[in-house]
């Protein structure tokens, strides 16, 4: 993946479909869920380092953790800071993280900032971010001041990055439907002149028994969320015998392999499929690939956490593969459900504990119920129709009516009610500086999301109040607050 994606935009390049969350705990941003306009990513002064004090109250160093965040796929290292932590709450945190604790500061050869996180005065995180790429920097800085709603600090490296971050690379493809004929030998397919039809989407599958891989292409899959080869989750003490000797499991098993396999998921999670190794767990791993989920990925793979920010087709238009209800795919949601909640038990788990545990991601569900305020100077829609926008530049403008839920992943989230009208820039186009955008005209080279390409939105009527989307690609918004049209 392009160098892009951040360490703390975390899924903000779109986690759209199937994955091990590894638990919320390990997300270290938000978009949060109230706020007046979005002004883009403040500067902040200053130079941090690995190991410099980062101030905010008691800030005395009391430990740090070292590990993968697990939607960016990057290294990060958190300080515990001030009086407040016990050494019970640190460790539980950190093995939240599946990091390795230390007593020390987070200390790297280079860094690009520092970013410090809300919380108690004598009990609060400071987020250490390592690198010495430039072109990471105002990602880096968007992540800690927009998404976790932090203080960034930068680094030498980003006091005056120098190029700043490419924002026509590693963009979202949107998924297409691709239908072919079924490989020789195979049965005839259920769509149209007997072809196979699938959505080149992380969530879509192609005709259960069949394989994603043999009718669809990884290469868009690869843009819809953040990949990096990420160890699994670590084995069992004792030896996993269930596939030699509980033929039912092993029966089981190998149906949850094979419905796997019909879907977008392998192409992350199949090492042979993936560009340098699977993210956490491997269908291809030795043994019983199972092993390799952590508890909170087997949690989110049996639906007992609600992943529906995360978008899903309806089953009939995915080749009857269901992800509304379980995190997986499925085309039989009981059994699925079923085979997971018994691997929770068979490991010791308590499913209960997922009860009450919110929509996951939450940097999703945070943007789901973002409460917007007025827009600030440099955002909104004047009189000729031309609109503003802080933050950079975008590759979707929305235009909602001011009560109107907000927009969230595709296939089935991007166009809550309310939408007036959506300009989108194509993956291979530029994106769009603010100002040069005209409400309800797509320019030459750009495409139209709502309504359909070539009809006019409603018009604005003035007085009115209308809300103002803006992301520099799909998950990262940049600009959403409340206008009155003019």
Partial sequence: M???????????????????????????????????????????????????DSGGGEDELQGSCVYVNPFSMGEECREYRGGGWSEADQAADCAAQMGTASAGACEYPAT??????????????????????????????????????????????CEDPNPPAD??????????????????GEPAGMSEGGQVCTWSMIGGCTEEGRRFADYSSCE????????????????????????????????????????????????????????????VWDIEAEGNWINTFSPYGLAFAAGL???????????????????????????????????????????????????????????FYDQEIYEPGACAAGQGVAADGTIEWTGGPARYVYVLAGDAGNPGVPPNRDLPAGTLWRL?????????????????????GLGQGFPQQGEAPAPLVAGD??????LADIGVPITRCLFTAK
């Fill in 112 to 157: 690009l900032g520092a970013c410090v996180l809300p919380g108690e005065a004598d009990a609060y995180l400071r987020l250490v971010f390592p690198g010495d790429d430039p072109s990471q920097c105002q990602l880096t800085q968007a992540g800690c001041e927009l998404f976790a709603k932090g203080t960034f600090t930068p680094s030498p490296v």
């Fill in 424 to 444: 989108d820039v194509p993956s291979d186009g530029a994106a769009q500086a603010s100002g040069s955008v005209r409400y309800g005209v797509a320019g030459k």
């Fill in 167 to 184: 924002p026509n690379a590693g963009v979202f493809e949107w998924p297409t439907l691709e239908c072919v004929a079924p490989l020789q």
């Fill in 465 to 470: 109040t209308y809300y103002l989307y803006v």
């Fill in 305 to 363: 956490l609600d992943s529906s920010p995360l978008g899903a087709y309806p089953a009939a238009e995915n080749n009857g593969f269901d992800r509304m209800t379980t995190g997986l795919p499925t085309t039989d949601i009981a059994r699925m459900q079923a085979f997971f909640v018994a691997e929770l038990k068979h490991r010791g788990i308590d499913t209960a504990q997922y009860a009450d545990d919110p929509p996951t991601p939450k940097i």
């Fill in 220 to 279: 868009p899959v690869l843009t819809q969320r953040p990949y990096a080869a990420v160890p699994p989750y670590p084995p069992p003490a004792e030896p996993d015998t269930r596939l030699q000797d509980d033929p039912d499991y092993a029966a089981e098993q190998a149906w949850v392999t094979k419905q796997v396999e019909s879907c977008g998921c392998v192409c992350c999670h199949q090492a042979s499929l993936t560009p340098s190794g699977a993210g």
């Fill in 2 to 52: 392009s160098g892009r994606i951040s360490a703390l935009v975390l899924t903000s390049l779109v986690v759209v479909g199937c994955g091990d969350p590894a638990g919320s705990a390990g997300e270290t941003g938000s978009s949060g869920t109230t706020g007046g306009g979005e002004t883009g990513a403040p500067t902040s002064g200053g130079e941090a380092s690995g190991s410099g």
